[in-house]
């Protein structure tokens, strides 16, 4: 039987390109906007976490479908240009108010960019394709003096679509989390796909802007703390750790049955709204606590993560189709003994209590704490970042006529050192209901926290004595 926790390992990759061609794709028609014209960005679009593109690629065995009876390139490139009517935000670009707050505005010859590659590899050669991996950088354009957070006057989608030799390619994203959140780039990613296989637009939900919805209030109302943006001086080792040693990326696989103990275990009598993610969020934060050996065991540490709004606003509610930001981040605080020393149930309210507390008034407070005291800056003292993606159809959204992808999802999760993503595995395993944990550690705590990871007892401690590397399933 296979082991309920596995660790995937990368291959370590090198795909040498060639770039045969980069030009940019228009609208193919009339727009709702002219030069000059600029479009309003929100505080939850502009906040500091999303002035960032994200990264994703996608890989296409070659099959009966990909033939030269549908030219991939012109397939892609004219449905792109039939979907950025609809969104056409995408075609802006970014630019910065006195006031430092962006905005989208247009100019003319904009549109996004689209890239054409080949490699004399095959998909073969790639290894294990159910897996994330930092050597698939190559494969997701960026230009060559671009710096990490760069999002200002850059083109706001980038489309790479790399040909191997077998015959399959793979298409490279690059979107800017300031025009959507995770699920408004499902949407559009879903139109384009679809429009792609019929040949015509195809957009539902039909695309909805209204980044006014989230206007803070005159004057702005702060009714919380808002730990969650707030720099926190731990006083552990945490930051130590991380500064002072190599990082590592380590993948797992997760079985639905360990998921199911896991959420067993960790539900509370009389609190049956204990959800899979509260459970799993709260396993690997204990472990990450632990095996990182936090030192003094009284320094408060946080846990943050993403928390979709859209069904939390009534006053207005959010239209169908609305592809912006709308996530709040939820926080849930603990002393290091807390998590090293107590109950997985117990961590788990405190993930859960932090998830239920994103309410339609605490959205508005952050976006009027956003509005007054913004951060300038990521805070990352005491903190791991859990980001879900496990909810996303992103191997659905990614079928443009030729077949799912066998890989689809993010490829690195540098230059942020203390987060963790739970991701979907692809469609051979969807079925059995397996998720990935990808996660960023400091080399001396990997081994530790793949043991932690894996091991229950029936009380719930998590004991790793000297053998642990013996007993860590492979």
């Known amino acids: 039987m296979a082991p309920s926790v596995q660790e995937l390992h990368f291959h370590h990759l090198h795909i040498p390109i060639t770039i045969d061609r980069i030009f940019p794709v228009m609208p193919a028609g009339p727009i709702p906007a002219s030069p000059g014209d600029t479009l309003y960005l929100s505080n939850l679009d502009d906040m500091i976490g999303a002035r960032v593109f994200t990264p994703t690629v996608y890989f296409y065995r070659p099959n009966s479908l990909i033939s030269r009876q549908r030219p991939i390139m012109k397939t892609l490139r004219d449905a792109l240009s039939s979907v950025l009517v609809p969104y056409y935000p995408f075609s802006g670009r970014l ?27 095959g998909l073969s050669n790639l290894g294990d394709l159910s897996v994330p991996n930092p050597g698939y950088a190559p494969l997701v354009f960026k230009f060559p003096d671009e710096g ?97 040693n190599k990082m590592v990326q380590k993948c797992y696989r997760i079985s639905r049955e360990f998921q199911i ?39 408060n540490l946080r846990l943050t ?23 709040c981040v939820a926080c849930a605080m603990s002393a290091a003994s807390e998590l090293t020393g107590g109950c997985l149930s117990e961590t788990t309210r405190m993930v859960r209590d932090a998830r239920l507390s994103v309410s339609e008034e605490y959205l508005r407070s952050t976006i009027d704490h956003l509005e007054v005291a913004g951060p300038r800056r990521l805070e990352f003292d005491g903190k791991l970042t859990i980001t879900q993606w496990t909810r996303f159809s992103i191997y659905e959204s990614a079928d443009f006529g030729w077949g799912r992808p066998v890989y689809a999802g993010p490829i690195d999760l540098t230059p942020t050192p203390q987060v963790c993503v739970f991701l979907p595995e692809g469609e051979a395993a969807a079925s059995a209901g397996t998720m990935l944990v990808w996660i960023c550690l400091p080399e001396p705590a990997a081994d530790r926290f793949g043991a932690y990871l894996c091991v229950m007892d029936p009380d719930d401690r998590l004991k790793i004595d000297s053998h642990a590397s013996s007993t860590y399933k492979n």
């Open 95 to 121: 630019r910065e108010r006195k006031n430092g707050k962006l905005e989208v505005f247009f100019g003319p010859e904009q549109g996004v960019l689209m890239v054409e590659a080949h490699s004399e590899m």
């Open 148 to 244: 990490p957070y760069k999002v200002i006057d850059m083109p706001l989608l980038m489309a790479q679509v790399t040909f191997f030799s077998c015959g399959g390619f793979s298409l490279g994203l690059r979107t800017c989390h300031c025009l959507c959140d995770g699920l408004g780039a499902m949407q559009f990613l879903a139109a384009w796909s679809s429009t792609a296989k019929s040949g015509e637009l195809v957009t539902n939900p039909s695309p909805c802007w209204e980044r006014e919805i989230f206007r803070p209030r005159d004057p702005p109302l702060v009714k919380y703390p808002h730990v969650e943006f707030m720099r926190v001086d731990d006083g552990s080792t945490l930051a130590a750790t991380l500064a002072e």
């Open 261 to 299: 103990h896991l959420k067993n275990l960790a539900q509370e009598e009389g609190n049956p709204s204990c959800t899979s993610f509260d459970a799993m969020a709260a396993h690997v934060w204990r472990s990450w606590v632990k095996a990182l050996d936090v030192k003094p065991q009284d320094s």
């Open 305 to 327: 993560f993403s928390v979709n709004a859209r069904q939390k606003l009534k006053n207005p509610s959010l239209k169908d189709g609305f592809y912006g930001n709308a996530l």
